[in-house]
Structures are given as structure tokens and as C-alpha cells.
């Protein structure tokens, strides 16, 4: 099933299946990733995401960056809980530490520098750079690059980034702050080869170029890319997708690795003007730079093999919603809440060496952490309805304790009001054959290291509730006949589910956002069981705590990234190794994703 926002994309689906070599039997790699690629869609949501696949695509033929191998969910408050804007949330990406809003990689109480993920490589003399659509010292690529006690500062962060912590590469829109600014004649006097168009961009011998400055525009955020008349009239501005690649061919250049963010502030900007035509072509533009990043990978011998490339948001922006589906090409509905910032986690897609470390929920604090370990042994598997091609049966089904209304199980979205029932309201989750040595399954000699149940879920439309939530443990083995299962007595009592919940959350209040709870004790109870011989299919409860109208999307769901997952990471023994298909199927679309497996010794 092909994607519908590029006429090229059959190179793109090729570039998928031929990243690397099949091995019938996969096992993690030791060192951290020589190379890294942050891809930022500034202020870039969950709905955004949605919405801009639902106009162009259609539900269910995902972007390229929501079939990459490994998912999370990741909040991202500034100092203090306060909404985050674009330079705490990006300071706490690049160096760990939580920062007040405004600050640029210094340290909150004393305006310390912090030391950076820009900075880790170059140290480890690898080569480093900075795109963005933004004027090049804003707060994104500065967070990475400088350090400033107030985003505001443009001249010191460009002398940062001219005398102290030269990128190789630094492309984005000319700014005109305070002397020197990122500008054409600061950039010459600092050495740099200068560009400042398409053109002149892509005329660069990337084999022998060092350092190379494309300084855009006239000053500020390069154009939306709806405004095609901006892009293709005088001043001939590249895309980001076009920087993309540039830039990748000189930093490729170092046979010691790399660094790159690639950033997408229009996407932000959509989100503060409340523009539906803007969001839905700004997402597209992330998932053409993830097509750029897949085509460089490609056409090198390793493919992916020792590069993490991570698709995220630094926050959300607009809080956005929408339920409506009119068909490709025509906008739906849509509801904004903000014209700012909001709390709503994003997601985060990961492929390539580490990406199994990005799973279930996280932190922004936590990505150049991540993205830099040594990933020893570590595995994770994914259960949803309809991902992947495997005998493994791996299905959710969701009951409504009262009333008893039986089309419920099946319903692509569950409605649970305690208004209408009368009473206190559940929802059934479960899933079958986790455990075993075949294809799919978690190996009956792991290590369960952490697991999380991943759900869509949010408000009803008249009835907005903030409250939390709960999930609970099964005890027992799912039996259809059992009242565990029957839509008339819902749950009978303690005696099926485990009395203290295994996680809690907060009730959003869109109709859909990603909640994700910690279930690592329950896998590990399981796990204990099966290597007994004892069977079970398993599942939890979900219950609100006086919760009165909410939504929860099943597995019924058409958009299949709305339906249930869980997620597991394990590790086996070193000698072990874990059973995959040669081909991984990304979320059962038939559109294999190949990696190529560095073997380890005894492996």
C-alpha cells in the first residue's frame, strides 16, 4: 500500500526493504550508535500527525516515521512543571537537565553551561550539524549548539556556533538580532563556505566541503511549505528535506560519525496560528526529510546497522483534536485549545542502532541519554491488533462492564458513561500467546526489563472529566464463558483482578491522547507462569476512579495506531538469541523493514 504524498515513494519503500540484510536471528549491538539523526517537528502532536496522514494518506497508510520499529511516549515539562516552550524542552533533550523556559543549555540556578549531545560527539571528534527551518539561533538549534541564559541572546548564540562550537554543517534562515547574528558576512568572517539558496546549496562538492553555512532568506522562519510561490520565486529556498540530504552527504564524509538535528519549526508555527492547511503540510514536509534520511541510508553498506535516527516533538503545540474522517484532500473539523503550548505528551519513532532503548514512556531529559548508551542484549517486542506477520495470535478486545450492550466488544470506539449505565463502568483488555519460542513471542528465557501498556483514550464530547484512571491485573486465565468476560456482570469481583492497581493516569481532556501504563511486574508474573508450563491468555481492567464520560479505542479501531500495545523489553542470555521473521512487517502493512544485524561473538 503506497503512500500518497510522494510521487517518488516507491524509492522510499525500496530504501525500506533493502537497509539491510535479513538474519533469521536478530541480537542487540554492543557500542553506542557511531551516527545520529534528530528530526524534530517542532510543536508536532499525536492529531497533528493524524491529521496530516488523514488528509493526504488516508487512516491507515502510515507516514514513513509511524512504521519505524520502536515507539515511545514522552512528556516534557520544563523546571518546575511549568508548560515547556522550545528552548527548556530542547536544552533537556540535548543535555538531560531540566532547565526554566528560556534558558539555552545553562543550568537553571546559576547559568552553568551544560554540556550538550552537539558537544559529546564533537569531543569524540566526530563532525556535527544544525538545519532548521527557523532562523538559525533560535531556540531549537541553539539549545544543541550554544548556551545562553535567555533565547533572546542571537549574538551570542551565533558566536557560539562560530567560535566555539563549529558545526560543520549550519543551515537555516538569516537572523538579524543582535551584532554578529547568524548572517552571510559573519559567517564568511568565520571561515565558513556560505550559500544562500537551492541552487548554490546543492552546488556544494559535498565529498571535500567542511564547514558550510546556508544562511536562507532575508531574516527569520523560512516560508511554510504550502507557500510554493515563496519557494520556487526569486529567492529559491531549499526544503527541509533538500537540506537533509546536503547536509548528510558532508557529514558523512567522517568515518567517525556524526551528529545531526534536523528541525521543523513551521510545524510550530502552524500550531500557534491554528492552521489546519499549514499543519497537515508541515508534517507531511518531517515524513520527506525521514524519506531523505531513509534514501541516504540506503545507498551505504551498513544501512541503519550504526545509525539511530529518531522522529519526535520537543512539545505540542495547539491542542489539537478532531473525530471526523471526510475523506483525503478535505480538512476535517478541527478543535484547537491553545494558541500556545500544551502538556500532551509526544511521540517518539526510533529506528536504527539503540532504537530499542526508546519504548514505552520517557522523558525528554532522556533522549541524548539514550540515544549514546551501549545497547548490551536488549530486545523489545510490540502486541497490537493487526501488527506483523507472525502465527502468534495477538488480539485486544474491549468490554463495557454496564450496560450490557453486546456490539460493544466490537466497536471501533468505546464510549463509557456512567450516566448511561448507571453505575461504575470497566474496560477489558487482553492479549493471548505472549510467551514461547516461536516467531513474535518473548523467549521463555528472558528477562523482562520493563513493560507498558499503551492505550488511546480521552473525553467525550459533552462531558469532560479530569480525572484518573487505573489499570488492574487479571488473576485468572481468560475464559469466554467466565464472568471475567461476559458483558452482563462485567468483572464479579477481587477475586479476578489483582486489588492494587498496577498503574494509574490522568484522564486527558482531548478526545485522543496516548496514555502509557508501567506493567512490568504483571509481564513478570506471567513470564514466571509460563516457564511453569501454565498457559494463560492476559489481560487488565481499565476503571476510572468516578470518571463520568470518557472514550477508550479498541482494537476494533480503524486507525490501527489507536488500537491497544503493549510493549516489552527483555534481554536474554548471552548465548541465547531471539527468534525474528527474516522480514519485519511494520504494523502489518506488508512493507518490510530490514536492518542489518551485527553479530556478536558466541551469538
Do not use: C
Not at 168 to 188: E, H, I, Y
Amino acid at each position: 500500500m503506497a503512500h500518497r504524498y510522494q510521487s517518488g515513494h516507491v524509492a522510499v519503500l525500496l530504501a525500506l526493504a533493502t537497509l539491510g540484510a535479513a538474519s533469521g536471528w536478530a541480537t542487540a549491538r554492543a557500542e553506542a550508535p557511531k551516527n545520529v539523526i534528530l528530526i524534530v517537528g517542532d510543536g508536532m502532536g499525536y492529531e497533528q500527525t493524524r491529521l496530516s496522514r488523514y488528509y493526504f494518506n488516508g487512516t491507515n497508510s502510515l507516514y514513513n516515521f509511524e512504521q519505524f520499529s520502536n515507539f515511545a511516549i514522552m512528556t516534557h515539562d520544563a523546571a518546575g512543571g511549568a508548560v515547556t516552550d522550545s528552548a527548556a524542552s530542547a536544552t533537556a533533550m540535548a543535555t538531560g537537565v531540566k532547565v526554566n523556559n528560556g534558558n539555552i543549555s545553562t543550568a537553571a540556578d546559576n547559568g552553568t553551561p551544560l554540556t550538550t549531545l552537539l558537544e559529546q560527539f564533537k569531543t569524540a571528534g566526530k563532525s556535527t550539524g544544525l538545519v532548521t527551518t527557523a532562523y538559525m539561533t533560535d531556540a531549537t538549534p541553539a539549545a544543541f549548539g550554544a548556551h545562553a541564559t535567555h533565547r533572546s541572546q542571537d549574538g551570542n548564540i551565533a558566536e557560539d556556533y562560530f567560535v566555539r562550537s563549529q558545526p560543520n554543517v549550519l543551515f537555516g534562515g538569516a537572523s538579524t538580532g543582535l551584532t554578529p547574528g547568524f548572517t552571510v558576512g559573519a559567517a564568511n568572517t568565520a571561515g565558513y563556505t556560505v550559500v544562500t539558496n537551492k541552487a548554490s546549496m546543492q552546488a556544494i562538492n559535498t565529498n571535500t566541503a567542511t564547514q558550510v553555512a546556508g544562511v536562507f532568506g532575508t531574516g527569520g522562519t523560512l516560508p511554510y511549505n504550502f507557500d510554493n510561490t515563496a519557494y520556487s520565486g526569486v529567492s529559491a529556498l531549499p526544503r527541509l528535506s533538500e537540506m537533509a540530504t546536503t547536509a548528510l552527504n558532508i557529514l558523512d564524509n567522517n568515518a567517525s560519525g556524526f551528529f545531526l538535528l534536523l528541525e521543523n519549526e513551521l510545524t510550530d508555527d502552524a500550531g500557534h496560528g491554528n492552521s489546519r492547511t499549514n499543519s497537515v503540510h508541515e508534517v507531511r514536509q518531517v515524513a520527506q526529510t525521514v524519506d531523505s534520511v531513509l534514501a541516504w541510508a540506503n545507498n551505504r553498506p551498513q544501512g541503519l546497522s550504526d545509525t539511530l535516527v529518531v522522529v519526535l516533538a520537543d512539545h505540542e503545540t495547539g491542542g489539537i483534536s478532531f473525530s471526523d474522517y471526510p475523506g483525503t484532500g478535505t480538512l476535517p473539523t478541527v478543535a484547537f485549545s491553545t494558541t500556545g503550548h500544551s502538556k500532551t505528551p509526544v511521540g517518539v519513532y526510533a529506528m536504527g542502532a539503540n532504537s530499542e532503548l526508546f519504548t514505552g514512556k520517557i522523558d525528554n531529559t532522556q533522549i541524548s541519554a539514550l540515544a549514546t548508551a551501549s545497547n548490551d542484549n536488549a530486545h523489545t517486542k510490540y502486541f497490537r491488533q493487526g501488527l506483523g506477520p507472525t502465527p502468534v495470535t495477538m488480539d485486544t478486545t474491549i468490554r463495557q462492564m454496564s450496560p450490557s450492550d453486546a456490539t460493544l466488544g466490537t466497536a471501533a470506539t468505546l464510549k463509557v458513561d456512567a450516566d448511561d449505565g448507571g453505575g461504575v463502568t470497566r474496560a477489558l483488555i487482553k492479549f493471548a500467546e505472549l510467551f514461547g519460542n516461536g516467531p513474535g513471542q518473548i523467549p521463555l528465557n528472558a528477562t523482562i526489563t520493563s513493560a507498558y501498556l499503551t492505550v488511546h483514550t480521552g473525553a467525550t464530547t459533552n462531558d469532560v472529566s479530569l480525572q484518573e484512571f487505573s489499570i488492574q491485573r487479571m488473576k485468572i486465565d481468560w475464559n469466554e464463558s467466565s464472568t471475567w468476560n461476559t458483558l452482563v456482570n462485567g468483572v464479579s469481583g477481587s477475586g479476578e483482578v489483582e486489588t492494587t492497581p498496577d498503574d494509574s493516569g490522568q484522564m486527558p481532556d482531548i478526545l485522543s491522547e496516548m496514555v502509557a501504563f508501567g506493567v512490568t511486574a504483571s509481564l513478570q508474573s506471567w513470564l514466571a507462569d509460563a516457564k511453569l508450563g501454565i498457559d494463560k491468555n492476559f489481560g487488565w481492567m481499565l476503571g476510572g476512579l468516578a470518571i463520568d464520560g470518557w472514550v477508550l479505542f479498541s482494537s476494533e479501531a480503524t486507525d490501527i495506531t489507536q488500537r491497544p500495545m503493549l510493549s516489552v523489553s527483555f534481554t536474554v542470555p548471552e548465548a541465547a538469541a531471539v527468534p525474528e521473521p527474516a522480514a519485519l512487517s511494520i504494523l502489518g502493512l506488508g512493507i518490510p523493514i530490514l536492518l542489518r544485524a551485527r553479530r556478536r561473538r558466541g551469538a
